[in-house]
């Protein structure tokens, strides 16, 4: 069983930056893919970014891709998500997942992720 908790959300200013943190418990973060979410209102759950467990691999949405920066600690079982340029059109809620373990891939689909955080809310305004 793996529980993951969001932080970092909040208000920010278009062309802003947040960095959101997602803390798992349990002993296999280490060796889980994870990835980053987000719902914004009115709209449908959309991938983010992902990451292997040894952090060398790396994926992401065309909307993100050279402004925000997925990484993670498995010394302190967290993953991060570094938001920079933020547009008002990054406004969600945004979830981390935990995904299987043992293959060191970023996946995009959410049907490999077997474990979800609550979200944290991140509003950009122009």
């Known amino acids: 069983q793996v529980q993951l908790g969001e932080s970092g959300g909040g208000l920010v200013q278009a062309g802003g930056s947040l960095r959101l943190s997602c803390a798992a418990s349990?002993?296999?973060?280490?060796?889980?893919?994870m990835g980053w979410y987000r719902r914004a209102p009115g709209k449908e759950r959309e991938f983010v970014a992902a990451?292997?467990?040894?952090?060398?691999?790396?994926y992401y949405a065309d909307s993100v891709k050279e402004r925000f920066t997925i990484s993670r600690d498995n010394a302190k079982n967290t993953a991060y998500l570094r938001m920079n340029s933020l547009k008002p059109e990054d406004t969600a809620v945004y979830y981390c997942?935990?995904?299987?373990?043992?293959?060191?891939?970023?996946?995009?689909?959410?049907?490999?992720?077997?474990?979800w955080g609550q979200g944290t809310q991140v509003t950009v305004s122009s």
């Open positions: 997942a935990a995904g299987p373990s043992g293959r060191d891939i970023a996946v995009r689909s959410p049907w490999v992720y077997d474990y």
């Open positions: 349990g002993r296999t973060f280490s060796t889980r893919t």
């Open positions: 990451i292997g467990w040894s952090g060398g691999n790396t």
